[in-house]
């Protein structure tokens, strides 16, 4: 780029807002990010309240927004109590928000070159033995709108959907290293030239083009995961076996 | 009792305060939220009216949140002046704290002498300050000023050392400060340029309380100018914008000749 181009774009482009990280997400029910620059008057209060320490303040890295909130979802990621958006004293944080689903912090890409689950299913197709392939599945257990946001692909492979809110649990939790191969593209990032390497491989549904057939199937089986406890009556599966009893010894 | 008594009793406990509030909210105790950009207690809400107000001409909207939060203390600045800066800023305290050492260590007083151009010229030169920073703060279109708020980056850090056992960058900043204050400049900060005691003081022009000669035998020994941290002349000057009400000349003269005269009610001392 030539520099009138470089000053042309300095200058259009408000160099204090607009500034986007992958991973670098604001807390839940924030404004778009330019008004968000311009509400937010660093309080620090919503990183008071945040139970799970996951906001945190910007520091000198961020440019000018440090003291701004952050959650830098590869150390720790949202957990969707939705405490902070109630207590930004200038509505920076849509107070509004109160429900997990209508979070919009960003959208999680996944990496298929990187992915352990893809790699399993590449490799037994083509039949070789690398040693990485795994099936690790840990961003569809740990999303908390499962089989909402990241849906299995033929029941092996993790989609992320249009339902995903960016919380970002998947990339604090996904296994692989360095780099993580699941992340969070977060929400209005303008240059997808920094974005490029994600948004090439990524792979977004349409939450309309879903088999809602398969989504129902799937609630039944959380729904009846989800009473399971610990305490009370056991809960009635299907057996093809006798279950013991009694063991021996026990009173 | 003194004055200072106990403008030190609430110094030292907001002091304490801002390392409190954010352990009690560790231990998700909800009641007092916040730093000194804005607070809340209960459900009261209470916001630095500069911040609020940066926000509301970048953004160029205003709520009612924003509104509510910045009553009560444009009343208290209205009612008592700029006691926010004598009374409760932490980066105040720290200061004076700074100017005893000097004291004790016997070192060479820097504190400028007093002369009527020279609180005209600091008058002009906060009000210009002021300006600027607004003006920045309007092109830039985020509340820049923030960023030097002391008092509130003291009780921000203190929240994230006591969460996160870090500090942020921030800090370098109010070190700086601190450093410059300790070797050059006597109280130049909160007498110069801190955006948040400049703005109270732009409210506080017909404030209730404030420092007046009652007696007119004086014996003009000038003991007030020499112990007034603003470097004005508390005995005429007690409406100046500089005067934030602290008490110390109140507390220094000898025949008590003053006395804090408020609109609604007059206090003896």
Known sequence: ?251 | MKISFYRRIVQLVVMIGIFMIPLLNILEIYFIKGTFYSIDVGDVAMADPLAVFQSVITSETINTVMLISVIIPLLLAMFFGRVWCSWFCPYHFLVEILQKLRNLLKLKSIKPEYSESLVNRSNRIRLLFLLIGLFITGIAGIPLLNLISAPGIISSQALVLVKFHYFTFEIVFILFLLIMEFFFFYFFWCRLLCPTGIFLSLIDRKKAMKVTKIQPECSMCKSCIKSCPMVINPMNEGNNPLCHNCGICIDSCPDNKKKTHSGLNSIEL
């Open chain 1, 1 to 251: 780029m030539s520099l009138p181009e470089d000053l042309r774009d300095l200058l259009n482009n408000n160099p204090f807002k607009g500034y986007y990280k992958i991973n670098r997400l604001r807390p839940p029910g924030a404004v778009s990010e330019k008004r968000f620059m311009e509400l937010c008057i660093r309080c620090a209060r919503c990183i008071e309240v945040c139970p799970y320490d996951s906001i945190k303040r910007a520091d000198l890295y961020e440019r000018l927004q440090i003291g701004t909130p952050y959650v830098f979802a590869e150390e720790k990621a949202c957990y969707l109590c939705m405490k902070c958006p109630e207590v930004c004293p200038t509505k920076a944080l849509d107070p509004k928000v109160t429900d997990k689903r209508e979070v919009k912090m960003g959208k999680a890409v996944i990496d298929q070159e990187l992915c352990y689950n893809y790699i399993y299913y590449k490799e037994e197709k083509k039949g070789e033995v690398s040693g990485k392939a795994l099936l690790c599945s840990t961003c569809y257990n740990a999303c908390p709108l499962m089989d909402e946001a990241i849906v299995m692909e033929k029941f092996i492979l993790p989609v992320t959907t249009e339902k995903c809110v960016g919380c970002g649990i998947c990339t604090e939790k996904c296994p692989t290293k360095p780099e993580k191969a699941i992340n969070i593209i977060p929400e209005g990032m303008i240059n997808k030239q920094e974005a490029g390497f994600f948004y090439r491989k990524y792979n977004i549904k349409p939450a309309e083009e879903m088999d809602k057939k398969e989504i129902n199937k799937h609630k039944k089986t959380i729904e009846r995961k989800e009473n399971i406890s610990s305490f009370g009556s056991e809960p009635d599966f299907e057996y093809d076996f006798e279950i013991q009893k009694n063991i021996e010894g026990w009173d």
